[in-house]
């Protein structure tokens, strides 16, 4: 049995089995390696909404107080020391009542002298006009020389002349004694006190703050890059915490033309148009200012999705063809606690990133998707 010989496999048999296997394995590795497959550019999900446009109807709101049309302080026309007040702040006066006095010593002296002085010119003018009346009759008669007329005639006019400036003197003394008691020229109100009994003012120093009755107004700090989009007769609806479910009407009656120096805001003072006895001085308003050359064309979006491009404002807006974003200058109007009015570079309906402006680039490609909370969308 051992003699015998065992079949040994065909060589050809082991060449047709391997090859193939091998070439079909190569060919799909080759096939792999010739062939890549094709990169996608992902969208970068990021929070972007439309641009709103603003209520044409509204301007903007802005916080203010109750004046009176005319306030001004009160001060004597001379100087003297304050004898008696006779007032206090929150009182209301009536024209001609009387606020204050100083001390009339002085003047009381002043206007006797004054007195003695006017009746010292009167007699003299007496005597020199008995004295031109006589000199003229003599020389009628070629008593007296022409020359001795024209001298009696000179000092008559001087004599004239002087009584009209004493009397003038005397007027002015009649003055000052007047001058020492300050009285109202109009109704109103005191609204401050800035001198006490004793006290020696100058003339003109402020002693009463006063605010006439009748016309109100409300007084706003207006910041500069809001001043243009307010014009005079403007209107405008008034609405005061003091005064809860009571709206006024009012309109812009003056605008400053330059700005303050502390606070750079213009002040715009708006005329109420009926106050009423309820609207008193000194009361917070909430004024909301209707129609403006900027309401037409501006646009709302949130604080967040302000940008600065060279210090300049900005914002991101995806393209409506391929949605990628674009760096856009914008003109701001108005800085509110969370939004702001844009009235240049960018239109109502333009898709604007809300959120996480600063890790996006310009050309990227994005994909919009709604805030997670209702309360982040734009009102």
């Known amino acids: 049995m051992s003699d015998l010989p065992f079949p040994k496999p065909h060589g050809l048999m082991r060449r047709d089995v391997r090859p193939p296997l091998i070439l079909a394995i190569s060919l799909i590795l080759l096939a792999g390696c010739g062939k890549k497959p094709a990169e996608t550019e992902v969208a970068v999900p990021v929070i972007a909404l439309p641009a709103k446009a603003v209520d044409g109807a509204q301007v903007g709101r802005f916080p203010g107080d109750v004046h009176a049309r005319y306030e001004m302080p009160l001060s004597f026309r001379i100087g003297g020391q304050l004898s008696a007040r006779y007032v206090d702040p929150g009182q209301a006066v009536k024209q001609g009542q009387a606020l204050a006095q100083l001390d009339p010593a002085d003047t ?39 020359l001795q007329l024209q001298q009696t005639q000179d000092a008559y006019a001087s004599a004239l002349a002087g009584r009209d400036q004493a009397r003038q003197q005397y007027e002015l003394a ?11 020229d109009h109704d109103g109100v005191i609204t401050s006190r800035q001198a006490d009994v004793g006290q020696v003012l100058a003339a003109g120093q402020s002693v009463f703050g006063f605010a006439w009755s009748g ?9 500069e890059s809001r001043v243009d989009g307010i014009a005079i007769g403007q209107p405008a609806t008034v609405t005061l915490p003091a005064l809860p479910g009571r709206t006024l009407s009012a309109h812009v009656r003056e605008i400053a033309p330059a700005a303050d120096a502390q606070s750079r805001t213009y002040l715009v003072k708006l005329s109420v148009d009926h106050p009423g006895a309820a609207l008193q001085l000194g009361m917070t308003a909430d004024v909301a200012l209707q129609g403006g050359a900027s309401s037409a064309t501006a646009v709302t979006i949130p604080a967040t999705a302000l940008f600065h491009q060279d210090e300049r404002p900005a914002v991101w807006v995806v393209r409506p063809v391929d949605s990628t974003l674009e760096l856009r200058p914008v003109t701001v109007i108005r800085y509110g606690e969370r939004d702001v009015w844009i009235s240049g570079g960018l239109k109502a309906g333009e898709r604007v990133v809300m959120q996480g402006v600063h890790t996006v680039s310009a050309g990227e490609k994005v994909a919009s998707i709604a805030p997670p909370h209702p309360e982040d969308a734009p009102r």
């Open 215 to 223: 016309e109100r107004e409300i007084y706003l700090d207006v910041p």
């Open 108 to 146: 009381n002296k002043q206007l006797a002298a004054a007195k003695a002085a006017l009746d010292a010119a009167e007699h003299r003018l007496l005597f020199s006009t008995q004295q031109r009346d006589r000199d003229e009759a003599q020389f009628k008669q070629n008593l007296i020389s022409q």
């Open 174 to 184: 009649q003055n000052q004694a007047h001058y020492t008691t300050l009285v109202a």
